[in-house]
């Protein structure tokens, strides 16, 4: 597959490569590549799927298909500094079919380039449906199987007839593309989240570790053992960050907000604990919605958690 082929991504917008022009204080929109002949030497890909039907199928807000631009606009006005080691590639964006099914079918496919090409992806979406095509390009590519993170407040497991931005992590489960037990619902809220659902997740085995719990054991002590005790084998490492995981008054530019939930502090905390494992090949985040956010606070917010994931990443880097 020809990632650079205009029938499968297109070029990111220049426009959103913000520039100082400041030798002593260089933007990440310097810093990023976009020429073909860049990508080779990548370690980091950023690929948006600027698309929300799934939202509007799933009875949602629509407004997340200008999330990617917003994201962006914002990412590349932040500093290198800390994560200027990091070769950093925009692909662009995956080009939008006339159905949602089409759109996945293809978005796996640059996916699964992308991961087998040896890079890190940074995945902008859209609506939460996305990790479907996301997570099982992931495991088309990887060799074993995946341990897959989804960060949100809702399980997005629902049994719905078509797929939708409620349905991904049922996908996965049922076709056998995640084993459940290597799958976490990390900050979901019991006031969001259907009983029918959760006895589906506890009688396939995956693990639900709601905010509170979180809290009490604590950020960093949690990933710890959710990382390296029985799961040490396993080598690749999707994480699905949905922002309505964030309480609104931090973020209130989502498909379905909420008024209480992760900070945005804790929010970047897990986003340096996905860069810095390095197993992590995908870093997916979704339910961005521009048409209700607050002066770009929940856009900003999705830079700054990439802009720590890629902190992350410079860790690791360091430690080679």
């Known amino acids: ?112 380039r992308i991961v087998e090409d040896g890079k890190r992806l940074i995945v902008l979406g859209g609506g939460n449906d996305i990790a479907y095509p996301d997570c099982a390009g992931l495991a088309q590519a990887a060799r074993g199987d995946v341990l897959a993170f989804n960060v949100d407040a809702h399980f997005d497991v629902r049994a719905d007839p078509i797929r939708n931005s409620g ?23 019991p006031f969001a989240n259907s009983p029918i659902y959760e006895q589906y997740l506890r009688d ?38 949905d922002l309505d995981v964030v309480r609104a008054a931090e973020a209130p530019g989502v498909s379905a907000p909420n008024p209480i939930g992760m900070t945005g502090d804790e929010l970047c905390q897990i986003a340096v604990i996905a860069g810095r494992d390095p197993r992590t090949h995908i870093v997916e985040f979704s339910e961005v919605n521009p048409n209700y956010d607050v002066d770009g606070r929940t856009a900003r917010l999705t830079a700054v958690a990439i802009w720590h994931v890629l902190a992350g990443l410079v860790c690791h880097i360091r430690m080679r």
């Open 1 to 112: 597959m020809d990632l650079f082929d205009p029938r499968y991504t297109c070029r990111p917008d220049k426009t959103l490569l913000y520039r100082r022009g400041d030798a002593n204080d260089v933007r990440l929109g310097e810093a990023v590549r976009t020429a073909v002949d860049d990508y080779p030497d990548a370690q980091v890909v950023i690929v948006g799927c600027p698309q929300d039907e799934g939202v509007r199928r799933n009875g949602g807000r629509s407004g997340a298909a200008s999330a990617p631009t917003e994201i962006r606009r914002a990412l590349y006005k932040l500093s290198i500094n800390g994560i200027a080691p990091v070769r950093l590639f925009d692909l662009g964006d995956t080009i939008i079919q006339p159905t949602l099914e089409e759109t996945h079918d293809l978005h796996q496919r640059v996916v699964r």
């Open 167 to 189: 349905t991904p992590y049922r996908q996965l489960l049922d076709e056998g593309l995640i084993q459940p037990h290597h799958f976490y619902e990390i900050g979901a809220q």
């Open 204 to 241: 396939k085995g995956a693990h639900i570790i709601n905010l509170v719990e979180l809290r009490r054991e604590g950020i960093e002590r949690s990933f710890a053992r959710f990382l390296h005790s029985q799961f040490s084998i396993l080598n690749s490492i999707f994480w699905g960050f």
